[in-house]
C-alpha cells in the first residue's frame, strides 16, 4: 500500500516555472519498486499522463510536454518530482500523483494509488 501526498502547486504567470513533490508512505511493498506517475486533469477534460518514471525504466514524458517538464524521484526520500518550466496556460489543471506495481505506463487506468492533488494555475 502507498499513500500520496502532492505539494508544490501554485498560481504564476504564462513561462514561469513550478517544482511539485509527491512524498510517499509506502507499506507491505517497496517503493523503489513502483512505477511512478504524474497526471492533471483541466476544468471539463479527462485526467491525462503527464510523465511517468520507475527506478528500472527511463522517465517518459506526454507529446504535450515537449521537453518542458521534467519527472524524477529520490528513492531515499520516497519523494517524486515534477520540474515544470515555460508553463503554458494550458497547463492550468490539477496535478495528481499515483503510483502503480508491476509495469510502468501512462495510463490512468493503469495506476491504482492517487494523492489528492495540487492546483497548478498558469496565467497570460
Known amino acids: 500500500q502507498v499513500q500520496l501526498v502532492e505539494s508544490g502547486g501554485g498560481s504564476v504567470q504564462s513561462g514561469g516555472s513550478l517544482k511539485l513533490s509527491c512524498v510517499a508512505s509506502v507499506s507491505g511493498y517497496t517503493y523503489s519498486r513502483y512505477c511512478m506517475g504524474w497526471f492533471r486533469q483541466a476544468p471539463g477534460k479527462e485526467r491525462e499522463g503527464v510523465a511517468h518514471?520507475?527506478?528500472?525504466?527511463?522517465?517518459r514524458y506526454a507529446d504535450f510536454v515537449k521537453g518542458r517538464f521534467t519527472i524524477s524521484q529520490d528513492v531515499a526520500k520516497k519523494t517524486l518530482y515534477l520540474q515544470m518550466n515555460s508553463l503554458k496556460p494550458e497547463d492550468t489543471a490539477m496535478y495528481y500523483c499515483a503510483a502503480r506495481t508491476n509495469y510502468c505506463t501512462n495510463n490512468v487506468q493503469d495506476f491504482t494509488s492517487w494523492g489528492l492533488g495540487t492546483q497548478v494555475t498558469v496565467s497570460s
Open positions: 518514471i520507475s527506478s528500472v525504466r527511463s522517465a
